[in-house]
């Protein structure tokens, strides 16, 4: 374990990420301040009054201040301050996470893509108990949006757990509008009876974001953790965490919160939190080395009928058009790509049935050097 691992650092992001290791983060989840910007409380019609957030640090530019932009200037400052200071923690293959309302994520979502960050989806939180309107002059707030983003629009590598989500979606692929509730009952942490943070998110949101964008053993970290949800859910679900928060108060519920949560057995993790690793990578050649396929040997075109001749460099040729299964594949068709294992077929030498090159692929990938079909 790394010195930074699983590890709650008390103090003010902007100054705390630059002296983190770089490139340390495999995800970032950020719950930002929101800039609510209310000005008066609220009450409800029964004349009680309603738990807003009102902390000082979801406070910028001055209540008081003549001119409205001045929250704006100065939350965009501080929004693309912190940014730029994730970009040094996140690695050239990680994600980042950032959760906001229509007061914020426009402007968060801009500076993101100013500084580089390439946006991979919105993803809608949908609550399904919001809390009401209670004056009756606007729609009900009921959803906070969730920017998903690597770090360059020409980062090749990231995770993404396709077929792990599913399971949140009846078996189907995972959509980005998320219904769950939110943080009520027992696991909102209260002191005294009190709420102990204004805006405690529901771990089955963390357990989402992290299950989605990491694998087992994976860093996370939150650099606004709160009352540390992130490392929590992190921990059940086995990946390390890193936490910082400048709040003394939520800083010991924290600790204590992290502590009491028992992880998750390893092999029940890496079965249904991670996808399995991707297959063996099979180049067209090998089907040749293998025996196989040989030189002169005949492709069909499962869809057109072409017909394509196999050489002894692993390229084929139709009419004139050579080189790999995909490129002469897209050639053929008129697309722009191709996935050549599965729009050729190929008589199998030892049987004489008809099949896709992906079923030779397939053999070779399950065979120890004498691949039979």
């Not at 297959?279 to 040997?297: H, N």
């Not at 002894?312 to 139709?318: A, E, H, L, R, T």
């Amino acid at each position: 374990m790394a010195v930074h691992d699983n590890r709650l650092i008390e103090g003010d992001c902007i100054e705390l990420m630059p002296g983190l290791p770089a490139g340390i983060a495999d995800c970032i989840f950020a719950d930002p301040p929101y800039n609510l910007q209310l000005e008066a409380e609220l009450w409800r019609p029964n004349m009680t009054k309603v738990d807003a957030v009102d902390d000082h640090w979801d406070r910028f530019g001055g209540r008081a201040s003549a001119n409205p932009h001045d929250s704006f200037e100065a939350y965009d400052r501080f929004t693309e301050k912190w940014l730029s200071a994730a970009r040094h923690v996140l690695s050239d293959s990680g994600t980042i996470w950032v959760i906001g309302t229509y007061h914020n994520i426009y402007r968060v979502g801009r500076i993101m893509m100013d500084l580089g960050y390439w946006i991979l989806n919105d993803v809608l939180w949908i609550k399904t108990n919001p809390m009401p309107n209670f004056r009756g002059v606007r729609f009900t707030n009921a959803h906070e949006t969730l920017l998903w983003a690597k770090k360059s629009k020409s980062q090749k590598r990231y995770t993404f757990n396709h077929h792990s989500m599913k399971r949140y979606n009846s078996g189907k692929q995972m959509r980005s509008d998320w219904e769950l509730p939110l943080c009520t009952g027992a696991e909102r942490l209260t002191v005294n009876g009190e709420k102990a943070h204004t805006t405690q998110k529901p771990e089955a949101l963390l357990e989402r974001v992290i299950v989605s964008s990491t694998r087992v053993g994976d860093l996370v970290l939150d650099p606004f953790f709160g009352t540390g949800t992130t490392g929590a859910v992190a921990r059940r679900l086995g990946r390390r965490w890193i936490g910082l928060e400048q709040e003394k108060r939520y800083v010991e519920l924290a600790r204590n919160r992290i502590e009491a949560v028992e992880p998750m057995p390893n092999e029940w993790l890496k079965a249904h939190t991670q996808d399995p690793p991707a297959p063996p990578r099979v180049p067209f050649k090998r089907l040749l080395e293998e025996g196989l396929l040989q030189e002169g040997d005949r492709l069909t075109h499962v869809r057109l009928g072409v017909e394509a001749t196999v050489h002894d460099d692993g390229s084929i040729s139709v009419d004139g058009m050579r080189g790999s299964i995909h490129q002469v594949g897209a050639q053929v068709a008129g697309t722009p790509s191709c996935n050549g294992w599965r729009q050729w077929t190929c008589t199998c030498r030892d049987k004489g049935s008809v099949v896709l090159l992906d079923e030779l692929r397939k053999a070779v990938r399950g065979g120890d050097g004498s691949a039979q079909t």
